[in-house]
């Protein structure tokens, strides 16, 4: 069997890469790609320590079900306003929401 | 399964009905005449033609009936925390209590809302807007009385995922829709790091329910990664400081009357249930001392950097965003050491913080219905054409500064008390500092209104019934919370340290 070292890795990898991802694209679709990114890593998480640790619960796999299902709505509704905005600019880079700051 | 259990979640269920007759009406009773209006203009017909004005008073009655009926713990101080299903909801009377001060945050906005609801442009979709602050209520309630994460979690997205579409209503305006792309996308973030660290914990652990994974929790350095990402997710909702940063875009963008809901509602109850669930899970004596100190530097940055940076807005949205950013850390000032007096000063200053910052957004939002204009300068020589107003404005700025009379200063004061009592002297002495350069940037708007003089100022103009109604539920909060001490007292009967 894969030992839970590995899963975590992988997991921890994604999660920075999300992280790194959400602070350097600048394509709001590729920033929410990041976001994704970092919710599954989460997900990961919850079903290795399941599988892994606590075999005779089923709490994590519920909430990696939960969590997967919110981060769509999220999606949608994220994509939704980039929809709008892009209606609006033309554009969805990052750099173009600059009209409000400091 | 045994269905009385659903009798111990009486709040939750008595909302979800006015959601669900506000959601039904809206659906059936505002047909195609209502869209004709809107496609019309509203030009030729009045207002009170087009059918759904009454659409505005449906939801504002049924959510009056509602928070009269769960006003208050019925037992008094005889109640006992309840649960249902296995812990999943956990309900202490407290929470009866902050769920009755979001209430009225809601009733609040409604007021605020409706003249500004039934302009053409949003009169097709204001149903929509009751539907959205209510689900969000709703998401709210359930992430109070969490006992599970699952539950808290769902309960957090509920109230996060429905704002988003509130900040980025004004659908043909750029701002509100750059808003809403901001606040959505920091919110996901958060909730990622906030997901990860809860399958931290649950790493550690192998339970999701709060009381389980109190007696389990030992000291690692699993453990305290997710006691830090937890805490960072939750600074995100409230806007503390290193996690600040969509805080003033939002505000600024989003529609006046959702950045009253989101400054006050959307964060108090973020900071109450960051009280409840950290002193839950994380009560122990060994995680006491850590966050402790997290939010020792957390408080110390977010009231001098909101502060400082508050000096510097010209626009009052933004500005009233700094000096939200800042209130939330006094807010927070009420979590350390975890005592039951922090919990009575916390939700005594969710309210008064709660009646005055709203009214200062009633009388921007006015302001800005009926002129356009919401920059700093734009307040010069106000008190010479709308005299109420101003003065209004005054009172509010005033207890949010916490000047002797009115509620802020006695929250104020209990609040650090609170902080003293638990041991951080330092902490409140710099908390007072802050109030001192706070009250300067407060007056400035005073002295706008009041001293400098404008050429072409605010023209006069007779606030609509719904907003005045708003105003005077706030001026009663303003000036009686603080006197009547009564208040103060019978939410200390229900307070619970760890």
């Known amino acids: 069997m894969i030992q839970i070292e590995y899963i975590l890795l992988i997991s921890a990898v994604m999660m920075f890469a999300g992280i790194f991802g959400f602070l350097t694209r600048r394509s709001t679709l590729a920033v929410l790609l990041s976001i994704e990114l970092m919710l599954n890593s989460a997900d990961i998480n919850f079903a290795v320590f399941n599988r892994m640790l606590y075999p005779d619960g089923h709490e994590g796999y519920f909430f990696a079900l939960f969590a997967i299902a919110i981060a769509a709505a999220e999606s949608a509704i994220a994509i939704a306003i980039m929809i709008n905005i892009y209606r609006m600019l033309k554009n969805i880079s990052v750099d173009k929401l600059q009209k409000m700051k400091w | ?498």
Request: hydrophobic share 55%.
């Open chain 2, 1 to 498: 399964m045994d269905y009385s259990q659903f009798l111990n979640m009486q709040e939750e269920i008595s909302l979800l009905a006015v959601i669900l007759i506000v959601f039904l009406a809206d659906l059936f009773l505002c047909g195609k005449e209502e869209r004709i209006c809107a496609m019309g203009n509203g030009t030729a017909l009045s207002a009170t033609a087009c059918g759904c004005g009454r659409m505005n008073v449906l939801p504002i009655a049924l959510m009056v009936v509602h928070t009269l009926i769960n006003l208050l713990p019925w037992c008094g101080s005889a109640c006992t925390p309840v649960e249902a299903f296995g812990g999943m909801y956990q309900h202490t009377p407290m929470m009866t209590i902050v769920k009755s001060v979001l209430n009225v945050g809601v009733i609040v906005v409604m007021l605020m809302s409706a003249n500004w609801l039934n302009r053409p442009e949003n009169r097709i979709k204001q149903g929509e807007f009751h539907s959205l602050v209510l689900f969000t209520l709703f998401g709210m309630y359930l992430m109070i009385s969490s006992g599970h994460f699952i539950m808290f979690f769902i309960g957090l997205e509920l109230a996060s995922i429905p704002m988003t579409a509130l900040i980025a209503y004004d659908k043909y305006r750029y701002e509100s829709a750059e808003a809403g792309a901001k606040f959505i996308l920091l919110a996901l973030f958060s909730s990622a790091l906030l997901l990860y660290g809860i399958s931290l914990i649950y790493g550690v652990t192998g339970t999701l329910y709060f009381d389980q994974i109190a007696d389990k929790l030992q000291v690692n350095l699993l453990s305290i990664a997710g006691l830090v990402l937890f805490i960072s997710g939750m600074g995100f909702k409230i806007s503390l400081v290193p996690f600040h940063l969509w805080t003033a875009d939002t505000y600024e963008g989003a529609p006046t009357v959702v950045t009253g809901y989101l400054s006050v509602v959307s964060k108090g109850s973020a900071a109450f249930v960051l009280m409840t669930v950290i002193m839950k899970v994380f009560g122990s004596e060994a995680f006491l001392g850590l966050w402790s100190t997290a939010f020792f530097w957390i408080i110390i940055v977010t009231i001098t950097v909101a502060n400082l940076f508050a000096i510097r807005q010209k626009n009052l949205k933004r500005f009233m965003a700094y000096s939200a950013i800042s209130q939330a850390g006094y807010v927070v000032l009420g979590i350390m050491g975890g005592t039951a007096q922090g919990m009575t000063a916390l939700v005594f200053y969710l309210l008064v913080y709660l009646t005055a910052n709203l009214g200062a957004f009633a009388v921007l939002h006015v302001v800005e219905q009926h002129s356009g204009k919401i920059g700093m300068d734009d307040y010069n020589g106000l008190y010479k054409t709308n005299p109420k107003l101003a003065f209004l404005m005054t009172l509010c700025l005033f207890s949010l500064a916490g000047i002797p009379p009115f509620a802020g200063f006695f929250s104020k004061f209990f609040i650090f008390m609170a902080g003293f009592n638990a041991g951080y002297p330092v902490l409140v002495f710099i908390a007072l500092v802050n109030t001192v350069i706070s009250l300067y940037y407060y007056l400035l708007i005073v002295k706008a209104m009041y001293i400098k003089t404008n050429d072409e100022p605010i023209a006069p103009f007779r606030s609509d019934c719904g907003t005045r109604a708003a105003l005077v539920i706030c001026m009663a909060g303003v000036l009686l919370l603080g006197i009547v001490s009564a208040v103060y007292n019978y939410i200390d009967l229900f307070s619970y340290g760890i």
